[in-house]
């Protein structure tokens, strides 16, 4: 009985290998293999195609090789009582926070004005923007939202978080951030956003969040900074509010395709700011010790500890 890895388009040789160091008579296939159905348990992966769960009669547990889950739920042949769990690795949390106080620096600090100033070998002063000017707001409040909250709070710039409901910040109970809630909360946000900065995990309902209704609500000359999915944004959306400079710009780490084609025109537009999404990576030895353990717990009847609730898909 064994774990089949199918990290694809992540090499699964870092995963097998976190995986033998912690279980080393545990045997691991890949996607080279041809493991017997009846042997595999786990399925560790990144996305799933139609047709490979039904593969596996004795699968116990799909779990995630990274934070987000959306490429798993989305199969439609995903048996209604599969567990599926996911593991965010603090690490990762906290290499995403920061590459998005680099990316939300780069827009308070006004530094695409000054690198084209200095294409023109131009030494021109402006005033530092005021903090009031500088706010951050924060679609999400998960794992990834509040190390980026732990981050940006010392920065002393104002911060203002964004969920569904209410979750506690830990860490953070004693700090100065303004929550929205809800529906009815999310113009407030939004209206008060110089940085958007979306983490939110990529649902039914969060899909196409990111239209041009909604960031034409960001204040005149903001920032939107994307480390959640692409599919959150309506690209051509965002491309008809840079281009009328409504926004400012866009640091944008994940796309609606990956890998983003080469004649993709946010590769080349001037206030893009776009990196192959690399934001953050959960480290193999922790996602394969969450996997591990999901296993063992499957075994022993019990639930797994990084659960998703796949209905409301994270
Ligand atoms: C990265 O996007 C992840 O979901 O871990």
């Not at 530094?111 to 021109?124: D, G, L, P, T």
């Not at 080469?262 to 193999?284: N, Q």
């Amino acid at each position: 009985m064994a774990i089949l890895v199918l990290s694809h388009p992540l090499p699964s040789a870092p995963f097998v290998a976190a995986l033998q160091a912690l279980a080393p008579d545990l045997p691991v296939w890949t996607e080279a293999d041809t493991p017997p159905p009846d042997a595999v348990e786990v399925l560790l992966a990144w996305r799933l195609t139609a047709g490979v769960v039904p593969r596996y009669p004795k699968l116990r547990v799909v779990c995630s090789t990274g934070a987000g889950v959306d490429k798993l739920l989305a199969v439609p042949d995903l048996p209604a009582g599969l567990p599926v769990t996911r593991v965010v690795d603090p690490q990762q949390a906290r290499t995403i926070a920061q590459y998005v106080v680099a990316q939300t620096l780069h827009a308070t600090r006004d530094f695409a004005r000054y690198e084209a100033q200095q294409a023109r070998a131009e030494w021109r002063r402006h005033p530092v923007r005021p903090a009031a000017q500088c706010r951050v707001g924060l679609l999400g409040q998960g794992e990834v939202a509040q190390a980026i909250a732990r981050a940006i709070v010392p920065l002393g710039l104002p911060l203002a978080l964004w969920g569904r409901h209410l979750r506690p910040l830990p860490g953070l109970e004693h700090a100065d951030v303004t929550r929205y809630t809800g529906e009815a909360g999310l113009p407030a946000l939004l209206a008060s956003s110089d940085v958007l900065v979306n983490t939110l995990p990529l649902t039914e309902a969060t899909r196409g969040l990111l239209d041009r209704a909604r960031l034409a609500q960001l204040p005149a000359g903001a920032w939107l900074v994307n480390v959640g999915r692409g599919e959150h944004l309506v690209e051509d959306d965002l491309r008809g509010l840079l281009d009328s400079g409504h926004l400012a710009g866009a640091a944008l780490d994940v796309f609606a395709r990956e890998p983003l084609p080469r004649d993709h025109w946010l590769w080349g537009h001037p206030s893009v700011r776009a990196t192959p999404h690399i934001a953050g990576e959960a480290r193999f030895e922790v996602v394969a010790a969450a996997c591990l353990d999901a296993l063992q717990r499957c075994r022993a009847g019990q639930a797994p500890q990084w659960l998703v609730n796949r209905n409301a898909g994270y």
